[in-house]
């Protein structure tokens, strides 16, 4: 048989193991509930693209919308979140990264494209385009994303 001292020990790091998942997962709700427009449109286009994979449709209206404001504020509730679960369900993704990204020409608000590619099961959706445009307050809000092209490259 083990001796108790390593028996304890081994106690202790399975609790900490223990701990560390529940805190972790704890973070993860929070973030998951608390998503928000940013300050920079790539940080924006990182938390909608988070909020669709964890279905967060609350999230995801949060961050969608026009110079305006966004559609949590803007729409009828019911409407954002029949029209987020629609968007969730086509930009699930296993990755993503940012590719480039570049001013829209031609607005009379500040707005950027950015350009992701998606790795959705095995295979990679490059150059999907998202606009992003600044509300009155600094916010930077998803305005549009390509949702053929993603459905196109599934």
């Not at 995801?60 to 961050?63: A, D, E, F, K």
């Not at 940012?98 to 570049?102: A, S």
């Given at each position: 048989s083990m001796p108790q001292t390593a028996r304890d020990t081994r106690f202790v790091i399975l609790g900490l193991v223990l701990l560390t998942t529940l805190f972790s997962a704890c973070t993860t709700t929070i973030i998951e509930s608390g998503a928000a427009a940013a300050a920079l449109p790539q940080i924006s286009v990182e938390r909608f693209l988070?909020?669709?994979n964890s279905r967060d449709l609350h999230g995801?209206?949060?961050?969608f919308g026009t110079t305006d404001g966004d559609y949590m504020e803007t729409r009828r509730r019911e409407d954002v979140e029949i029209q987020m679960e629609a968007i969730s369900s086509i930009l699930e993704h296993q990755d993503y990264r940012?590719?480039?990204?570049?001013m829209v020409a031609g607005r009379s608000v500040p707005a950027t494209r950015i350009y992701v590619t998606l790795t959705v099961g095995n295979k990679a959706i490059s150059n999907v385009p998202f606009v992003v445009v600044q509300t009155n307050d600094g916010r930077w809000l998803v305005e549009q994303v390509d949702l053929a092209m993603v459905m196109a490259g599934r």
């Open positions: 988070q909020a669709a995801m209206g949060r961050i940012i590719v480039r990204e570049e």
